[in-house]
């Protein structure tokens, strides 16, 4: 009963500890002994301003299409180039290159994942490429002299609603189809039945067939997210049937979508952004703003040096490091088109950053950490630093790459194992990559961040 006594007294402790934790603070020296304290400190302040991201690399199947003119963002357009991934097994048996009948290109988004006005009218245009896509390739992408601006091969005017047409409205997708010549899923019928090789690997395939380039060609007001695009192809079956015992001649109408973007591909958005000048001043006057695709980040200090004189000043020989944490207060930027801050934002050493992505590494909670934004607490909070100090205080000095964050957004792919019958297993980040999903912006109050360093301090006994 007097234990429990004294954890309760500690738990009111560190209630009103939690009430007031600006400074230096000790905890929980009764419980042990009274040469045992926890130190919590909040005192320590980051710096923080808007840097240039203008070249992304996009490692996505997502291809965002369209344009948009917001002034409290900027003016944003973007069209795509991809390769496909062919199907290693295609159809041959009843079917002639005659019966091909039509080929469409697919393009699958969910229902609202768009920027901007779902009702206005806009047009894409389709070229084939006429030779191989750079790799690796970046969101400044030119595609002049990759595609014949003459001959595109498929056009289409399309919206970003179903309008009142019930049978879409139910669905959880929206498709914009695209038309292409017969010609095409003809002549891609007849290299598969004479050079089956070319569709062994992606790479063979985009040797023979380079890929798409997809265009905006008139209208602004709205940006899609297509998160799925293929290539379907229509065609007639001949078969034998047995209908009561007799052998009767059967045609099928088939579809088969034989191509597809995937993440083996090559697949970039090809981004052009211009920042307003409403948002430029705000970062000509020191506000941390991250706009994106392919616009601003945040280049933040950490105040590493001080949380490190802190420690090595106040702890004793057996002082162990419990947490460092930091929240980042997120401000969302009023705007008409629903443009809203990104959903994860990775911190990264800004010496690292490009390793990072190049290497398609992911957070380990020493050179780099991911926050997602929280609409409740209108912040980012990385939990975990404790490492990243504990490296740093082995070195002798530090330099500004010790200390020196970019805070990026990013695109997050997770999976989630199975555990049983009744319970989904732990989730887990499978990649990180540079942000390409839709337009997005925030301001970051670093100087309002709160970072708090948790360590406890023993004494031995003589």
Known sequence: MKLINKISSILLAAAALTAC??????????????????????????????????IVQSKTITQLLGKLDAKEFGTFSSDFVSQFMPSLSID???????????????MFMTPGDFTGDSLVPMGLDVYRLNKALPSPIYSDFDPTGYYDATKPIGSKIYTGHAMHNDSLNSLSFRSISVNLPRSYGQELYSSYLQHPDLFASPEQFAQWFPGIYVTNSFGSGRVVNISETRLNMYYRKNAKDTVNGVEVDTVYNLVRSYFAVTPEVINNNNIDLTISPQIAAMANSGKSIIVAPAGMEVQMTFPTQAIIDTYRNNAGQLSVLNGVTIDIPAIAVDNDYGINPPENVLMVLTSKKNEFFDQNKITDNKIAFLATYSESKKAYSFPDMRQYIIDMLEKQSLTADDYTFTLTPVNVQTETTSSGYYQSGASYITSISPYVTKPAIVELDIEKAKIKVTFTRQYANN
Not at 23 to 31: D, E, F, P, Q, V
Not at 92 to 106: A, E, H, M
Request: glycine share 8%.
């Open 92 to 106: 041959t048996i009843g079917v002639t290159v005659d019966q091909i009948d039509s080929i469409k290109l697919v």
């Open 21 to 54: 934790e600006d400074g230096t603070s000790t905890i929980g020296s009764s419980l042990i002994t009274d040469d045992t304290e926890i130190i919590i400190d909040s005192s320590f302040v980051a710096t923080g301003h808007s840097v240039a991201n203008k």
